[in-house]
């Protein structure tokens, strides 16, 4: 778009900003959201995280993905079943991981006092719309 002097670039929301965004919205509490795959490298972001830890939303979403592998072998080593979510509840907040398919994962950072239930269910919705779109 040119505007007098000035060239403004518009970047266009693709739909997995979409998503992630509206997962944010949907969530009480919410602050951000990262999609990573299988080798922790973000696919999309959104939102912010406060504080010193916002700084590398990508470096917490590889290091988060790398928890849910291990969790996951874990679990299958023990025969408890798939893992449906793990959460985090840190002084600084909850971080809910979510496997979205065996090579992806979503993980949406809260406040202390976020509604988890609330996340769990809109994150069930938001992984619904990933799929379709990785498909």
């Not at 997962?23 to 973000?42: P, R």
């Not at 990508?58 to 790398?66: D, F, N, S």
């Not at 679990?75 to 449906?84: F, I, N, P, T, W």
Request: charged fraction near 30%; proline fraction near 2%; hydrophobic fraction near 50%.
């Amino acid at each position: 778009m040119n505007c007098g002097r000035h060239d403004i670039v518009v970047e266009e929301m693709t739909v997995l900003d979409q998503i992630l965004n509206d997962l944010i919205k949907s969530v009480k509490g919410a602050a951000a959201a990262i999609f990573v795959d299988g080798d922790g490298e973000a696919i999309v972001e959104a939102g912010a995280i406060q504080g010193d830890a916002g700084r590398d939303i990508r470096l917490l979403g590889a290091w988060k993905e790398i928890h849910l592998d291990r969790i996951k072998e874990i679990a299958d080593r023990l025969r408890l079943g798939a893992v449906k979510a793990v959460l985090f509840s840190l002084d600084e907040g909850n971080e809910l991981i979510l496997p979205v398919a065996p090579d992806y994962c979503l993980i949406l950072f809260m406040s202390s006092f976020a509604d988890v239930p609330q996340a769990m269910t809109e994150s069930a919705k938001a992984i619904e719309r990933l799929k379709k779109d990785i498909e």
